[in-house]
């Protein structure tokens, strides 16, 4: 026993701790077809991630065979798009359960710290108006900066505040904000929010709202579905239409809102870990909120590469839940700027009121 003790003590004098690494999986071993069916991404995609988090996923390790980068990805990247327990993509790879959990752990913080590089709204001339012509071109919606909607995603119960994660469905979750723009790239995440807020309570308690009440009113305004407040810069359904002008509104609207629709069926299409109808994110709250941010993440650089995933097959709906609607107060600024929307025409061409 001595003599194998030395041996190790050895091995740990000529390569010190924390400079071995201990390559189980190999981009290079492995084929494209194999990456794309397994982790749902090319190897250009994964490339990419390992220069982005490379830095990072390299800090200095007490342990004396340290996992690579690369491996520390492709762990995280079959979590997040299996939807599997750890222990079955950990097999895979050729990792423990242990190591698995760090190695999600790791590329989930990495990816956070870089949350404001890829999810946040334009803020040069140009592409501002780009953002409201390309939603115009949509339905003929006039001044749309974004769609804003709220997604479910199941969680285990917490140790503390149980009640407040547990949702109208029963279910524990979290209920998250998100806003997208016309091609689907996500402009705002926020992914902290207990289950059994409602959603127009999300987005009153959010720095998003904060964001448009102080400074984007100007610049034009986001749709929300009828679980939301009209308000100046947030534009919501004709609850009971009744005129022509109101009904073509509506469908505009519908038209243009149905982005958000899509892009929460491509999360949850892609990023599996998200599908309630798989499994619960086996995590802390707040390890589960940072997941979803993640993925809210990769979804945007995924859309950055030109890997768009529309799905038209549907997964479970939790962002559906909030069926109720908001009752409104008709005298309101809000209300006028939405009669003013009202003039849009069947073609998409409305009547400019005001500008822009």
């Known amino acids: ?26 981009l290079d071993d492995v084929t494209d077809e194999y990456l794309l069916s397994t982790y749902g991404f090319p190897r ?38 299996s939807g599997s327990f750890q222990t079955r ?3 895979t790879i050729g990792i423990s359960q242990a190591s698995m959990s760090r190695c999600v752990t790791n590329v989930t913080e990495a990816l956070v710290e870089r949350a404001s590089q890829f ?30 909607d709220c997604m479910h995603v199941t969680i285990k119960a917490p140790n503390a505040e149980d009640l ?84 073509r509104y509506n469908m505009a609207h519908t038209a243009t809102h149905s982005v958000m629709e899509r892009t929460q069926r491509a999360l949850r299409h892609r990023f599996r870990c998200l599908d309630g109808s798989r499994a619960t994110l086996q995590y ?22 030109g890997l768009d995933i529309w799905c038209e097959a549907g997964c479970t709906a939790l962002e559906a839940e909030e069926d109720c609607n908001i009752m409104e107060t008709v005298e309101t600024e809000a209300y006028r700027m939405r009669q003013e929307l009202l003039c849009i025409s069947p073609l998409g061409r409305f009547t400019p009121l005001f500008v822009l």
């Open 89 to 91: 993509m950990g097999d």
């Open 164 to 247: 407040s994660y547990v949702n109208r469905r029963g279910l524990h979750s979290l209920n998250c904000l998100l806003v997208c723009d016309a091609q689907g790239v996500l402009l705002w995440a926020d992914t902290q929010r207990p289950g059994s807020t409602q959603d127009n309570v999300v987005l009153h308690q959010s720095e998003l709202s904060c964001l448009f009440e102080t400074k984007m009113h100007k610049e034009g305004w986001m749709l929300a579905d009828s679980a939301f407040l009209l308000r100046p810069w947030l534009m919501t359904p004709v609850q009971i239409p009744e005129s022509p002008q109101e009904y």
């Open 44 to 81: 250009p995609f994964i490339d990419y991630l390992v220069e982005l988090l490379g830095g990072s996923l390299s800090r200095p390790t007490q342990r004396s065979r340290a996992i690579s980068p690369e491996t520390q990805i492709m762990a995280a990247l079959g979590f997040y798009t």
């Open 1 to 26: 026993m001595a003599i194998a003790i030395t041996i190790l003590d050895c091995d740990l004098l000529l390569y010190g701790r924390g400079h071995r690494t201990l390559d189980r999986f190999r």
């Open 119 to 148: 999810i946040s709204f334009p803020h040069e001339e140009a592409s501002v108006q780009k953002l409201k012509d390309d939603f115009y071109n949509l339905a003929g919606v006039p001044g749309v900066l974004g769609v804003v």
């Open 284 to 305: 802390s709250s707040e390890k589960s909120s940072q997941i979803v941010l993640a993925c809210c993440i990769l979804h945007n650089i995924a859309l950055q590469h």
